[in-house]
């Protein structure tokens, strides 16, 4: 899997999105998986965003290939000064990590083009370096995984989530969403059981030129060092 990985990441490219016509690509993308899952109900605009887009903890990234976007995730850093996230909403009982002073991640619209995995193009492990590398530069001490039951044994496998609390209605989805965790403690095993996870020097553009937020602390000065 590391050199499918690899060999993906020669022609890939890791953006963080702020721009408005970028963005609307991704809504549109968003859009076009969600609706091929029958997970959301239809609408005219063709487009997936909603007021989580717009709030000042949220990161949005995206992975090209060949100049075109391919996949992306919605990142929101919470902490008890911005403890703004759509998971929060769902399962509040994550508010008393933030009144311990601990960070979350909250990385949610995972999104990854029905065409590239009709191609086999490993875009699932390659868009999943990015909640990765986040824990890494915002110095992180939980990271979530709001996935549908059957997608939880991926993330167990890959990132060493564990499940915490059972699955639960989320806004404008068809299905339940179940809430798994990874704590800070867990992730050394994982990049020394999946390096490709974490930062690679020897490929510039896979690494993540994450933005600082108001009232988070990077552990690094630059991403590209993440």
């Known amino acids: 899997m590391n050199e499918q ?22 809504y549109r993308l968003r859009y076009k998986c969600y609706r091929a899952e029958n997970s959301i109900a239809e609408d005219e605009r ?16 995206a992975v090209e290939m060949d100049g075109k976007i391919l996949s ?19 399962f509040p009982e994550l508010k008393e990590n933030l009144e311990r002073g601990e960070i ?11 065409t590239a995995r009709q191609q086999r193009v490993p875009l699932n492990f390659l868009t999943l370096r990015v909640p990765v590398l986040a824990t890494i530069f915002y110095d992180v001490d939980i990271a979530l995984a709001p996935v549908r039951p059957e997608h939880s044994a991926f993330y167990r496998r890959y990132l060493g989530h564990k499940p915490v609390l059972e699955p639960r209605v989320y806004p404008g989805l068809a299905k339940r969403i179940e809430l798994l965790i990874a704590k800070r403690e867990q992730r050394d ?10 930062p690679l020097e020897d490929f510039p553009d896979s690494n993540v030129d994450f933005p600082k937020l108001p009232g988070v602390s990077s552990k690094v000065g630059r991403s590209s060092a993440a």
């Not at 929101?76 to 909403?89: C, G, N």
């Open 104 to 114: 979350i991640l909250d990385p949610t619209r995972f999104v990854v083009d029905p």
């Open 5 to 26: 990985v690899i060999s993906a990441l020669k022609h890939s490219r890791y953006r963080v999105l702020t721009d408005n016509e970028s963005l609307k690509e991704v």
């Open 72 to 90: 992306a995730v919605r990142l929101h850093i919470v902490t008890a000064a911005s403890p703004i996230s759509p998971t929060l909403e769902v």
């Open 189 to 198: 095993a994982v990049l020394a059981r999946t390096p490709v996870f974490g």
């Open 46 to 61: 063709g487009i997936m965003t909603d007021p989580f887009d717009e709030t000042e903890n949220c990161v949005q990234v």
